[in-house]
């Protein structure tokens, strides 16, 4: 809260992230921990759970008009499922006001393949949870900036 | 070096908390009454042993995880059984759509197809093993494997814990049946423990009277028919500390679980002096030296203690179960992966010196990804060297005596049964589960974990301390040939086969069989007999596993689909 108030004015909303899991991946421990971690950190978080389609993250994702979406990956299958999100977030045109973050296993070889398709950030395992929050906040924040910069 | 760098930095505590004494003496185990508490190796409380001359009899089970042989980085099963590396267990783990209790084609299972363990769907997977004509066979590394397994008489171990175990159990069975073989030649064991995942909330794919039910039916009708196969590990605990309990809530957790099926048991006419040492009590071996040992002493004793106390058997007939270590996956790091052969070493040490009757170690690349077989042959040598090398097997419970091992076992127990009285007192741990006060400690117990490593009273090296031993990476091989699929072609080749496989099944078979036997399924469980029978016998005639998983639910009178994304196939006239 504190963090919240001690914002200039136009940046008074707290960063809004959606988290979820896609298909039947059941490592869902770390999204636990994380989802505690971020709200702790003063981001106001919307917890999908597990057993997702990309279809329904990107619609709550649009209902809830959220800042960042980060999905957790422990299946090797992060390429197809965030092909298919991003793939659904730049038809609804929301691929540029939208941050997509991924964590969990994800081999660093698949680092700029993810990050071509848009992915803004990769969080592997032993990545502190304020170090997550922090670079969630610092990209959602260079969006706003680089938005209300723009024509 | 200054005296501030030689000070450890993590906390004079246990992993579980339990604060640790600069030094143990007489005055801690002042009330350890040596018949009592600890008896004679393999005799009454077992706190030293299952059996009496342990390892000079036989040595641990190995466990080896099957799953890596399902990708070109490894080598297939079959020539992992030929060359000896895998000699006495190979473990059998369920792929997400297994556990999902859903056909690989669901719309949820896309591309994690195959991602966790070798996706078994029909018996025709296994082609001429199973006398079907399977020209395909996009699974003959795995499958060729676990026939050849069944064939020598490995233990087999379905680890699927999450109650699932009975689609895969049931179908070894049929494949057994179909190979001429006799069930009750059939050795294994099934974590099958469907209480454990609704504890993590990590599974709960379908509702839980419905895998309840499964897991119960199939305990019952093995304990019946497989008299070398142990149904049920009693309480997936490995799972469950993994999730971030602390050891004494991994006892108490185990025990209140084995207690509920049990009963349960009881209540079908099973008889607690002819079932209640089958289920080996299976906990995780951590890198918590002294913590593991006296966790795996205790829970012998646990066991006998509550054998008396609750079932009220004499304490003269109570057997003791064998005990086994699955070594933790989360003292494992991503950082400088030759350290995690070092951890496994010293996890397995531990369990060695608890007195384990079997162990499956982790591999160096756990959190990357499964074994390759560079792994298996460290991990094996580290169970060789142990075992030859140490002198540690040379004599049963070296341990025993030591002021600080006796006083952290009685500590550990006495923990886990304060625990275990509560849930008992709250009316059980499915009472626990439906309060959510079960879930609560875990996901307290995980929190905790996460803040103590950030906080830096638990260390990790190469993680949140000696940062510098981490660069640069010391090079071992990684099971880097798996097909992760691109942008343009996200399904692996691997995959598309896989799928290829089941279409090319479902035209080739023939339905009306495949639907008397569904048919018979669908009736049994709506009688609310035990389905074990008839589940095998529609394994035998073609049946998918979504298929069967399916038609359970309609015989419970539930949807075909537990999300409602795929139709019962027309031609099965059930519900």
Known sequence: MRIIRARPVAEHKAVKVLLAKLGLDDHTRPLYVLAQGLRDAGLEVIFLGTHNTPERVVRVALEEDVDAITLSFHTLGHIGWLTEVMGLLRVREAAERVAVFAGGIIPEDDWPTLAAMGVKGFHGPGTPVATIAEGVRREVERKKKGQGEGP | ?575
């Open chain 2, 1 to 575: 070096m200054t005296a501030e760098r030689r000070t450890i930095r993590s906390a004079p505590v246990t992993q579980s908390g339990i604060p640790i004494k600069v030094v143990y003496g007489p005055g801690d185990v002042r009330t350890l009454d040596y018949e009592r508490d600890l008896g004679e190796p393999g005799r009454f409380p077992f706190t030293r042993g299952t059996y009496p001359e342990q390892y000079r009899r036989r040595r641990w089970v190995s466990g080896v995880p099957g799953e890596g042989a399902m990708y070109s980085g490894q080598k297939p099963i079959t020539q992992l059984i030929e060359e000896g590396l895998i000699d006495s267990g190979i473990r059998k783990g369920a792929d997400y759509h297994v556990l999902a209790c859903v056909d690989p084609d669901h719309p949820l299972v896309k591309y994690d197809l195959g991602r966790g363990c070798p996706p078994l769907f029909a018996l025709w997977n296994f082609g001429d093993d199973a006398g079907r004509p399977n020209p395909r066979k996009a699974l003959r590394r795995t499958a060729e494997g676990y026939a050849l397994a069944v064939k020598r008489g490995l233990v087999l171990e379905f680890g699927h814990a999450n109650g699932s175990d009975i689609f895969h159990t049931t179908l070894f069975c049929a494949l057994c049946e179909e190979m001429g073989r006799p069930l009750a030649e059939f050795r294994g064991n099934s974590v099958n423990d469907p209480l454990a995942h609704y504890i993590i909330r990590c599974m709960a794919y379908q509702p839980l009277p419905l895998m309840w039910k499964l897991a119960l039916d199939w305990m019952e009708w093995a304990f019946g028919h497989l008299p070398k196969f142990r149904p049920t590990n009693g309480g997936c605990a490995y799972d469950m500390r993994e999730s971030g309990i602390d050891s004494c809530q991994e006892l108490a957790f185990r025990f209140a679980n084995y207690i509920e099926y049990m009963d349960e048991l009881c209540r079908r006419g099973l008889r607690i002096d002819e079932i209640g040492h089958r289920p080996a009590i299976a906990l995780c071996g951590e890198i918590d030296f002294f913590e593991t040992i006296a966790k795996l002493r205790a829970a012998r004793r646990m066991h006998a203690r509550i054998a008396v106390e609750r079932y009220g058997m004499d304490p003269k007939a109570v057997k003791c179960p064998p005990v086994n270590t699955n070594l933790a996956g989360t003292a494992m790091t991503k950082q400088q992966p030759i350290f995690n052969v070092v951890r496994s070493a010293i996890q397995a040490l531990a369990s060695v010196l608890g007195g384990v009757n079997g162990m499956e170690l982790k591999a160096y690349t756990e959190v990357m990804s499964s074994s390759p077989t560079a792994a298996l042959v460290i991990n094996r040598g580290i169970e060789a060297i142990i075992a030859e090398e140490t002198g540690v097997c040379q004599t049963v419970d070296p341990l025993a005596g030591s002021y600080y091992v006796e006083w952290l076992t009685h500590r550990v127990e006495d923990g886990a049964r304060k625990i275990l009285d509560e849930i008992l007192s709250k009316g059980g741990v499915r009472a626990c589960l439906e309060s959510g006060w079960i879930q609560g400690l875990v996901e307290e117990g995980a929190k905790r974990r996460q803040r103590e490593l950030e906080e830096g009273q638990r260390v990790l090296v190469g993680v949140n301390a000696y940062e510098s031993l981490v660069e640069p990476e010391i090079p071992l091989p990684l099971l880097d040939t798996l097909d992760r699929g691109s942008p343009e072609a996200p399904y692996s080749a691997l995959q598309r086969e896989i799928l290829a496989e089941l279409a090319e099944l479902r035209v080739r078979r023939d339905t009306v069989k495949t639907g008397r036997a569904l048919h018979e399924l669908y009736r049994v469980t709506r009688e609310g007999k035990n389905v074990v029978r008839a589940m095998i016998d529609a394994w035998k005639a073609d049946a998918t596993l979504g298929e069967i998983a399916g038609t359970i639910r309609m015989g419970l009178g539930l949807p075909w689909d537990e999300w409602g994304m795929v139709q019962k196939p027309e031609w099965l006239h059930v519900g």
